[in-house]
């Protein structure tokens, strides 16, 4: 296959791959609750894909896979869109240029990278506001959804993988 | 690096994050916009084909049992709504009883009303407010106002549901006051150099003053206009007007002043109005 088909077949996979995710985090009761939350499936997709892939394709897939999370929240375009974006553009250019994509970097890249965007999530819809049960929420639910998200970027990391060996044997 | 800073896909990423942000201001601030309304119409056929793949997990209901259900719900959501607005009201009010329910205690014979700053005399720079409460709540004029901390001001005009409060910060204030260290006696009173800082000056003092800087200063109650030991406030320094050749101590109060939201009006206390003989 040429480059340019290998690229698109890639670029599709993803999108199918979001898509999928998406379509499990939001259909209910198919995803079991542990501890009180479940996992944010196109933020897995979104940091695996975007350690494979360069700059721009990085951050549109970050975007595409925010967007998605925030339609799921909150019916609008916000801070998954836009954190998702720079984290993926920034991932994009660290994995071709500074570090390498082995699989101990990329577990230690997406707990710090979930844990920061959950914070900041936090941060914004309770800290900020002063609601009063922010705290309950954080130890009840998003701990264990800051966990469940990062165990579940493995198999979609050995996927991504996958699809990184097969579509794009020189990247 | 200084390469990938000034390169094409930083002005992409950068112009990208630009529209982002600007979709996030516009999806957030308008109702029923068109993006929202485009994303959530591209991704409502899929939501629709896992709910409908979903649904076998879920007690199918005939339409009859869903409206009633739905009514039933509709009804208690009614309820749980104003309950929970009456909550929030409770609670608001109760947190702004608890700061003076410690008064209240060590002061029995005070009444106090609970009152908040309604809006501020933007005019006026010795900080007075108007407060939410008038002479339908038994406030008049003259009264007494109590932050949490120390007095605050006096009542200068009153309608039946506003009234307005002016401050120790003004020169309108006149209040007996006593040094509880030294016993020294004097007038509290405002000065346009001081209040800018949420100061305010113990006026008249004796030229033999023993008054120190950290003193507390309170109420002396000997006209019967203000209630005895209302803490006014604390000494920060002492000085010496050459122009009246004069003593007197700048003093803080405790509250400030300019922020001060919740107050407590003392509408009457055991002695008003009476004016003390001197021991």
Known sequence: MSDRANSFFRYLAYVIEIIVAFALSTTPHLLPEIFGAKPVLPVCVALTAAIFEREIPAMLIGMTAGILTDISYTNSIGLFTITLTVVCFIVGYAANNLIMATFLNFLLYAAVTIGALFMLYYLVRFIIPGLDDGWLYFTRHLISRMVLTWICTIPFYFLNRLIQKRLNPEG | ?279
């Open chain 2, 1 to 279: 690096m200084k390469e990938f800073l000034s390169s094409p896909k930083i002005k992409i990423f950068l112009s990208v994050l630009l529209v982002l942000i600007m979709l996030s201001v516009f999806t957030h601030n308008v109702e029923n916009n068109v993006v929202s309304t485009t994303f959530n119409t591209l991704t409502y056929g899929l939501s629709k084909v896992t709910a409908a793949a979903s649904q076998d997990q879920s007690e199918e209901k005939s339409y009859s049992e869903l409206k009633s259900e739905n009514e039933l719900l509709n009804k208690a959501n009614r309820e749980l709504r104003a309950r929970l607005i009456d909550y929030y009201d409770v609670k608001e009010e109760n947190t702004r009883l608890w700061k003076f329910y410690g008064l209240k205690k060590e002061h029995e014979d005070f009444s106090l009303i609970p009152a908040r700053a309604l809006r501020r005399d933007s005019d006026d720079e010795f900080g007075s407010f108007t407060i939410d409460k008038g002479t339908a709540s038994g406030i008049s004029v003259g009264n007494p106002v109590l932050g949490e901390n120390s007095l605050v001001g006096w009542i200068s005009e009153a309608d039946a549901y506003t009234a307005k409060v002016v401050t120790v910060l003004s020169p309108q204030t006149s209040i007996g006051a006593i040094d509880k260290a030294t016993g020294d006696t004097g007038i509290i009173t405002g000065s346009a150099k001081f209040a800018e800082n949420n100061r305010t000056t113990f006026t008249k003092l004796n030229s033999e003053h023993k008054v120190k800087e950290g003193d507390i200063i309170t109420s002396a109650g000997t006209a019967g206009i203000y209630p005895k030991d209302i803490v006014l406030g604390e000494v920060i320094e002492i000085g010496y007007d050459t122009y009246d050749t004069s003593h007197y101590a700048v003093i803080e109060p405790y509250d400030k002043i300019d922020k001060i939201v919740d107050v407590a009006v003392i509408t009457s206390y055991q002695g008003m109005g009476e004016i003390l003989s001197k021991e």
